[in-house]
Nanobody, 123 residues
Framework: QVQLVESGGRLVQAGGSLRLSCAAS????????MGWFRQAPGKERDFVAA????????FYADSVKGRFTISRDTSKNTVYLQMDTLKAEDSAVYYC????????????????WGQGTQVTVSS
C-alpha cells in the first residue's frame, strides 16, 4: 500500500521559513517524480514545485520561484520543500504527490497523494 505522509506545516510569520517533508512508502521511490501542490480554502489545488526521478530537474510555479526549493533524498524516500521569505498568500494546505510522468506539472499527472499539511503565514 502506497503512503505519502507530509509533515512540517505550522503557523509562521511573514518573512519566515519552513521546511516541509514528505515520506513515501510502498513504492519504488526512484521511479517516481515527486511534487508539491497547495490548496487554499475555496480555491483549486495549484502546482507549487516538482522534481524529476533523479533529482536532476526541478520545476517551480512563478509565484514561488526564487523562494522555494524542492529536493529529494532517495536514501530516505523523502521529498522536501524548503520555503523561505514566506508571504500571507502562501497559506494553504500543502500536498505531496508521486507521479510516473517525468515532468509532472498537472495534478492529474499524479498517481498518489498525501493527506496534506497546513501552512499558515501571518502578516
Amino acid at each position: 500500500q502506497v503512503q505519502l505522509v507530509e509533515s512540517g506545516g505550522r503557523l509562521v510569520q511573514a518573512g519566515g521559513s519552513l521546511r516541509l517533508s514528505c515520506a513515501a512508502s510502498g513504492l519504488t521511490f526512484s521511479r517516481y517524480s515527486m511534487g508539491w501542490f497547495r490548496q487554499a480554502p475555496g480555491k483549486e489545488r495549484d502546482f507549487v514545485a516538482a522534481i524529476s526521478r533523479s533529482g536532476g530537474s526541478t520545476f517551480y510555479a512563478d509565484s514561488v520561484k526564487g523562494r522555494f526549493t524542492i529536493s529529494r533524498d532517495t536514501s530516505k524516500n523523502t521529498v522536501y520543500l524548503q520555503m523561505d521569505t514566506l508571504k500571507a498568500e502562501d497559506s494553504a494546505v500543502y500536498y505531496c504527490g508521486a507521479a510516473q510522468t517525468w515532468a509532472a506539472l498537472a495534478s492529474n499527472d499524479y498517481n498518489y497523494w498525501g493527506q496534506g499539511t497546513q501552512v499558515t503565514v501571518s502578516s
